[in-house]
T-cell receptor
């Protein structure tokens, strides 16, 4: 079984709809992240959480919110989806280590299309 | 603040040829540098990382990268391309603490021609 899972894998929705993307992990990591990937822009950080009570904005948090329901679960919500939020969304996890060399482990991604 | 620039959004090589994917970084502190690979319809997977222990870093699938501080570069190479290497490759940089953000480059799509 995959260590980091994302649901749904694909979603098509309409402008103005509320959407939730879910991420679960079995790696036992404290830290979880949400990124979006757009062609030619690489991955950009939306939100990150270092533990259940610690949630931080990333570089592109406007229009998004998150919920860390448990150590293993981190959800991303689009309160009112708009077409420029069409992208590939990735969840990632990492452990607590002190150094900057901590590897992040990625889920398979959710492809979201907003019409 | 740190950033990375990947030179060339698309690279095409023949099977068996040298693969060279370029990455230059900017960082105000000694950086940690990473190369990730994304195969079609999959998430990112770590290829290798530079952690200051050695300037030449060997990764999975025959890839390696050399950290050159004087050139602020961390280029990824593989002596002989295989068809299975076709994927998108991302260079990423991070500051010295685990609390610092991982910043990704724009990505390079590698095509391997038979």
């Amino acid at each position: 079984d995959a260590d980091v899972t994302q649901t749904p894998r694909n979603r098509i929705t309409k402008t103005g709809k509320r959407i939730m993307l879910e991420c679960s992990q079995t790696k036992g990591h404290d830290r979880m992240y949400w990124y979006r990937q757009d062609p030619g822009l690489g991955l950009r950080l939306i939100y990150y959480s270092f533990d259940v009570k610690d949630i931080n904005k990333g570089e592109i948090s406007d229009g998004y919110s998150v919920s860390r329901q448990a150590q293993a679960k981190f959800s991303l919500s689009l309160e009112s989806a708009i077409p420029n939020q069409t992208a590939l969304y990735f969840c990632a996890t990492s452990d607590r280590g002190q150094g900057g060399d901590n590897e992040q482990f990625f889920g398979p991604g959710t492809r979201l299309t907003v019409l | 603040a740190q950033s990375v620039t990947q030179l060339g959004s698309h690279v095409s090589v023949s099977e068996g040829a040298l693969v060279l994917l370029r990455c230059n970084y900017s960082s105000s502190v000694p950086p940690y540098l990473f190369w990730y690979v994304q195969y079609p319809n999959q998430g990112l997977q770590l290829l290798l990382k530079y952690t200051s222990a050695a300037t030449l870093v060997k990764g999975i699938n025959g890839f390696e990268a050399e950290f050159k501080k004087s050139e602020t570069s961390f280029h990824l190479t593989k002596p002989s391309a295989h068809m299975s290497d076709a994927a998108e490759y991302f260079c990423a940089v991070r500051g010295e603490t685990s609390g610092s953000r991982l910043t990704f480059g724009e990505g390079t799509q590698l095509t391997v021609n038979p």
